[in-house]
């Protein structure tokens, strides 16, 4: 997150993930705004969305869509071996 003007105002960060505000950290120093889900999340779709304002009250909104596979598959080397 930036603002090439005067700078964002920490106070007005807020993210929200399915609709429901959610405790996220934003770095003034770099821009960043993280998030850790305390549990993992649902196999499905999720909305991630962002708004922010700067210090004149100018306000800014993002939002985007991703999606949790609910099946991982893992594949391992397989190793034979001649038993003799």
Known sequence: ????????????VEMRLDGQVVAATYITGTGELMYQP??????????????????????????ATFIVQSEWHIYLPLVLRNYR
């Open 1 to 12: 997150m930036a603002d090439a003007g005067v700078g964002i105002d920490p106070a007005t």
């Open 38 to 63: 305390a549990t993992p999340l649902a196999a499905g779709q999720h909305i991630v969305m962002v708004k922010a304002g700067d210090v004149l009250g100018n306000q800014a909104s993002a939002s």
